[in-house]
């Protein structure tokens, strides 16, 4: 049990037995019980540190006086069996209120915004009908009393005085404080306790002449301090004392209860002294009562005008809250549509946005069953003009094609842009006709040249167009229009697409194949072909190029539908990694025994890699072998693509070729127009395209073939005619000093233990194959 339960039990024990002890003892425990308060506050206070703990000590003091006096009282009592007055113990008993009332006063700590007069109406009330209950039952008989001497009354009265000052401390201190925890609640009882106490003993004076009530009030006096010493002691009191005041405007229920009866109290008590049978003893009799209540109802009516004017603010600050709450709903209802005008509206155009779209797409498919149009337009070499004149130009073009946009629609149709340079129509209620016919005039219109900050621009527009009707969703109508505009970039952009199925369908293979074509990089599923390369003139295998397979599911699928997909989704550069390697461990015996080389194609995804040239270098070391081992083929294209990404090409494959790393250009011829950039390439070999390897001896084809090997042999670079897949051609690419060709003729792609079985068997050469001696 903790520290304060004990001594609430304790306390409480001594009020109980306190009733039945006679004087001397009552006074001893009177005593005791009240050195152990005074001890329990001080030990209270040391314990849980209270915020403000003036009120505590002012509560100890008073306590400490109060003993002082009860212990005089005993000793006067006991030396002299009489306890006269005045005397000490008088003093004592006097210096105990004010330090009990200063405790009380000081509990909470008033607001200073808040007029004094205002907080002590409720006090006032509660002492004014308490004062009319005092001076009937206690003043006035003690007053009118020729029982006691001038000396005696005016101590009795004082006494009553103090006492009602004592109600106006405690009432505040209840009604008033923000905090009501258990320690509030244990001081509040201990007060009206004391002040009963008092009430007991000065009736039972007043109208016996002898205190008869004095056990009564002695059990009263040691239950307050029992109380008062318990409160000390609860770990509450750290945070009860010393408080703001809380500010209560509105009165509690309970509260208005107890002032209608105290309103009554006086006016009551004066009515029955003047219907009382007996003459009433003196004119004041009734008139104190009755001026009490005069009192109480002055201060009711300064109560209620203070709620009046409470009540009066109150509805001025709701009319204004309800002017503000007004202004304010009214400037959020204009920033909603500013808001939802700015989700479904575009910033630099003012058009409607992806958002507007979507609303209006399925309003529109909801609506009716009828066909609506739907284009998806994206503007061809939009990036350049950023690329070249920059953002501001570009916007400002983006802003014209809106304008030019808004000329070829209706007030009915719905334009957005969905974003960079994509822009949308949807057409409600149209004929495929009109769905064409705008879409025609989108074209041309953006077709047209645009002055923009003095320049002189060009672009065109890619349009792809759906007849979408319900139940298709807008998901699934956004998603075929892209499919037709992707459709119409692919067909050579500047041009109109209409959405057809076998679109989806090959959507779904693409999405399909790269799903297993990034499964097939995790778990390298693929073969590494090898197709010869025959010198002409001796038919031995110079050099195997290697060629990629893929067959997912043993299902063969061709380069030309992977490899795009790999480009497409950075597949290409693992994927090509992983060739290298393997191309690299399968050519070392064959080139340990015939020197034959390896081709790897490198795709321009990889040559950006800034690690490319350590993963060549890494694949030739791990297999041991030379750089000479190794041709690297790249496109024309990838070779020319710009000035700077030529530069840096160039310095990659020339960093390669001090390996000894040789470089091929594939399909030369159909890349490229201009051949100026052969003389300062870094390239060896020229691998000639299929397109210009003769066929049915036709002169002008020679004459391109007898072209570019020409062109190879001035610029001291070696040629490699591809496709060659009859012995007429081999004989004409012969004619024509080709030194070196590959193609079916010679060997289709085989697998590595496929290709060493013929090489063995041949020494590599290809049995089978022409040479000049047989020719």
Same mark, same amino acid.
């Given at each position: 049990?903790?520290?304060?339960?004990?001594?609430?039990?304790?306390?409480?024990?001594?009020?109980?037995?306190?009733?039945?002890?006679?004087?001397? *003892?009552?006074?001893?425990?009177?005593?005791?019980?009240?050195?152990?308060?005074? /001890?329990?506050?001080?030990?209270?206070?040391?314990?849980?540190?209270?915020?403000?703990?003036?009120?505590?000590?002012?509560?100890?003091?008073?306590?400490?006086?109060?003993?002082?006096?009860?212990?005089?009282?005993?000793?006067?009592?006991?030396?002299?069996?009489?306890?006269?007055?005045?005397?000490?113990?008088?003093?004592?008993?006097?210096?105990?209120?004010?330090?009990?009332?200063?405790?009380?006063?000081?509990?909470?700590?008033?607001?200073?915004?808040?007029?004094?007069?205002?907080? %002590?109406?409720?006090?006032?009330?509660?002492?004014?009908?308490?004062?009319?209950?005092?001076?009937?039952?206690?003043?006035?008989?003690?007053?009118?009393?020729?029982? @006691?001497?001038?000396?005696?009354?005016?101590?009795?009265?004082?006494?009553?005085?103090?006492?009602?000052?004592?109600?106006?401390?405690?009432?505040?201190?209840?009604?008033?404080?923000?905090?009501?925890?258990?320690?509030?609640?244990?001081?509040?009882?201990?007060?009206?306790?004391?002040?009963?106490?008092?009430?007991?003993?000065?009736?039972?004076?007043?109208?016996?002449?002898?205190?008869?009530?004095?056990?009564?009030?002695?059990?009263?006096?040691?239950?307050?301090?029992?109380?008062?010493?318990?409160?000390? %002691?609860?770990?509450?009191?750290?945070?009860?004392?010393?408080?703001?005041?809380?500010?209560?405007?509105?009165?509690?229920?309970?509260?208005? !209860?107890?002032?209608?009866?105290?309103?009554?109290?006086? *006016?009551?008590?004066?009515?029955?002294?003047?219907?009382?049978?007996?003459?009433?003893?003196?004119?004041?009799?009734?008139?104190?009562?009755?001026?009490?209540?005069?009192?109480?109802?002055?201060?009711?009516?300064?109560?209620?005008?203070?709620?009046?004017?409470?009540?009066?603010?109150?509805?001025?600050?709701?009319?204004?809250?309800?002017?503000?709450?007004?202004?304010?709903?009214?400037?959020?209802?204009?920033?909603?549509?500013?808001?939802? !005008?700015?989700?479904?509206?575009?910033?630099?155009? +003012?058009?409607?946005?992806?958002?507007?779209?979507?609303?209006?797409?399925?309003?529109?498919?909801?609506?009716?069953?009828?066909? !609506?149009?739907?284009?998806?337009?994206?503007?061809?070499?939009?990036?350049?003009?950023?690329?070249?004149?920059?953002?501001?130009?570009?916007?400002?073009?983006?802003?014209?094609?809106?304008?030019?946009?808004?000329?070829?629609? #209706?007030?009915?149709?719905?334009?957005?842009?969905?974003?960079?340079?994509? @822009?949308?129509?949807?057409?409600?209620?149209?004929?495929?006709?009109?769905?064409?016919?705008?879409?025609?005039?989108?074209?041309?219109?953006? /077709?047209?040249?645009?002055?923009?900050?003095?320049?002189?621009?060009?672009?065109?527009?890619?349009?792809?167009?759906?007849?979408?009707?319900? *139940?298709?969703?807008?998901?699934?109508?956004?998603?075929?229009?892209?499919?037709?505009?992707?459709?119409?970039?692919?067909? #050579?952009?500047?041009?109109?697409?209409?959405?057809?199925?076998?679109?989806?369908?090959?959507?779904?293979?693409?999405?399909?194949?790269?799903?297993?074509?990034?499964?097939?990089?995790?778990?390298?599923? @693929?073969?590494?072909?090898?197709?010869?390369?025959?010198?002409?003139?001796?038919?031995?295998?110079?050099?195997?190029?290697?060629?990629?397979?893929?067959?997912?599911?043993?299902?063969?699928?061709?380069?030309?539908?992977?490899? *795009?997909?790999?480009?497409?989704?950075?597949?290409?550069?693992?994927?090509?990694?992983?060739?290298?390697?393997?191309?690299?461990?399968?050519?070392?015996?064959? !080139?340990?025994?015939?020197?034959?080389?390896?081709?790897?194609?490198?795709?321009?995804?990889?040559?950006?890699?800034?690690? @490319?040239?350590?993963?060549?270098?890494?694949?030739?070391?791990?297999?041991?072998?030379?750089?000479?081992?190794?041709?690297?083929?790249?496109?024309?294209?990838?070779?020319?693509?710009?000035?700077?990404?030529?530069?840096?090409?160039?310095?990659?494959?020339?960093?390669?070729?001090?390996? #000894?790393?040789?470089?091929?250009?594939?399909?030369?011829?159909?890349?490229?127009?201009?051949?100026?950039?052969?003389?300062?390439?870094?390239?060896?070999?020229?691998?000639?395209?299929?397109?210009?390897?003769?066929?049915?001896?036709?002169?002008?084809?020679?004459?391109?073939?007898?072209?570019?090997?020409?062109?190879?042999?001035?610029?001291?670079?070696?040629?490699?005619?591809?496709?060659?897949?009859?012995?007429?051609?081999?004989?004409?690419?012969?004619?024509?000093?080709?030194?070196?060709?590959?193609?079916?003729?010679?060997?289709?792609?085989?697998?590595?233990?496929?290709?060493?079985?013929?090489?063995?068997?041949?020494?590599?050469?290809?049995? +089978?194959?022409?040479?000049?001696? /047989?020719?």
């Amino acid at each position: 049990m903790t520290a304060w339960r004990w001594y609430a039990a304790v306390g409480l024990g001594a009020v109980v037995a306190g009733g039945f002890l006679p004087v001397i *003892p009552r006074q001893m425990l009177y005593s005791l019980v009240g050195i152990s308060t005074v /001890a329990a506050v001080a030990v209270g206070v040391r314990r849980h540190r209270p915020a403000d703990r003036r009120t505590w000590w002012l509560f100890g003091a008073g306590l400490a006086c109060s003993v002082l006096g009860a212990a005089a009282w005993a000793v006067d009592y006991v030396l002299t069996g009489d306890v006269g007055f005045p005397s000490v113990k008088d003093a004592l008993f006097l210096a105990a209120y004010p330090f009990l009332g200063g405790g009380l006063l000081t509990w909470v700590r008033r607001d200073p915004h808040r007029p004094r007069w205002e907080r %002590l109406i409720d006090s006032g009330i509660v002492a004014s009908g308490v004062a009319a209950l005092s001076w009937t039952f206690i003043v006035h008989p003690v007053l009118s009393s020729t029982r @006691f001497d001038a000396p005696h009354k005016v101590s009795h009265v004082m006494y009553a005085v103090i006492d009602l000052a004592l109600v106006v401390a405690a009432t505040r201190m209840a009604f008033t404080a923000s905090v009501r925890n258990a320690a509030h609640r244990l001081v509040c009882v201990a007060a009206a306790t004391l002040v009963t106490g008092d009430i007991v003993y000065y009736v039972a004076l007043a109208w016996t002449g002898d205190p008869r009530g004095d056990s009564v009030s002695a059990a009263l006096y040691l239950c307050a301090y029992a109380l008062l010493g318990t409160g000390a %002691l609860h770990p509450s009191m750290a945070e009860a004392a010393g408080r703001p005041e809380r500010p209560q405007q509105v009165i509690p229920r309970h509260r208005v !209860h107890l002032y209608s009866v105290l309103s009554l109290v006086g *006016p009551a008590i004066a009515l029955t002294m003047l219907l009382a049978a007996a003459p009433p003893p003196s004119r004041w009799w009734a008139a104190v009562p009755l001026a009490t209540s005069m009192v109480t109802s002055v201060l009711l009516i300064a109560r209620l005008s203070q709620l009046v004017r409470f009540a009066n603010r109150r509805v001025e600050e709701l009319d204004a809250h309800a002017l503000a709450l007004g202004e304010a709903l009214r400037e959020q209802e204009a920033l909603r549509q500013q808001l939802t !005008h700015r989700a479904l509206h575009d910033t630099l155009t +003012g058009l409607g946005n992806r958002a507007l779209l979507q609303e209006r797409l399925e309003h529109a498919l909801t609506r009716t069953n009828a066909a !609506h149009g739907l284009l998806l337009l994206d503007l061809d070499g939009f990036k350049d003009v950023n690329d070249s004149f920059g953002h501001p130009v570009g916007d400002a073009l983006l802003i014209e094609v809106a304008a030019r946009l808004l000329g070829e629609v #209706g007030t009915a149709d719905t334009l957005v842009r969905l974003g960079g340079d994509e @822009f949308a129509i949807l057409l409600e209620d149209v004929p495929v006709l009109r769905v064409n016919a705008v879409g025609q005039a989108v074209v041309d219109a953006l /077709a047209q040249p645009y002055e923009i900050g003095g320049r002189e621009l060009s672009v065109t527009t890619s349009v792809g167009t759906l007849l979408v009707h319900a *139940p298709a969703t807008p998901a699934e109508a956004l998603r075929n229009a892209d499919l037709a505009l992707y459709a119409a970039k692919a067909a #050579g952009k500047n041009r109109l697409a209409a959405f057809e199925p076998r679109l989806a369908t090959e959507r779904h293979e693409h999405m399909r194949l790269s799903a297993e074509l990034r499964r097939a990089v995790a778990d390298e599923e @693929f073969v590494v072909n090898y197709q010869p390369v025959v010198d002409l003139a001796t038919g031995r295998v110079t050099a195997v190029e290697a060629l990629l397979r893929w067959s997912p599911g043993g299902r063969p699928v061709p380069p030309t539908e992977f490899i *795009p997909i790999a480009e497409q989704y950075g597949l290409i550069v693992p994927i090509g990694a992983w060739v290298l390697r393997q191309a690299c461990r399968d050519v070392r015996p064959w !080139h340990d025994r015939f020197g034959i080389c390896v081709t790897v194609n490198v795709s321009g995804r990889q040559l950006r890699e800034p690690d @490319f040239t350590r993963t060549v270098l890494s694949a030739l070391r791990d297999a041991d072998l030379p750089g000479s081992a190794l041709i690297l083929e790249i496109t024309e294209t990838v070779l020319v693509s710009s000035s700077t990404e030529n530069d840096e090409v160039t310095v990659l494959l020339s960093a390669l070729r001090e390996e #000894g790393v040789r470089v091929a250009v594939d399909d030369f011829g159909t890349g490229y127009s201009s051949l100026a950039y052969l003389r300062h390439l870094p390239v060896d070999i020229l691998k000639i395209d299929r397109a210009f390897t003769p066929d049915g001896g036709v002169a002008e084809e020679m004459a391109f073939t007898r072209a570019i090997v020409e062109l190879g042999n001035s610029l001291r670079l070696s040629s490699i005619a591809e496709a060659v897949e009859t012995p007429e051609q081999a004989a004409r690419l012969r004619e024509l000093d080709c030194p070196q060709a590959q193609g079916y003729h010679f060997s289709r792609p085989l697998p590595a233990d496929a290709l060493d079985e013929v090489l063995t068997a041949g020494n590599g050469i290809l049995h +089978g194959v022409p040479t000049p001696a /047989a020719t």
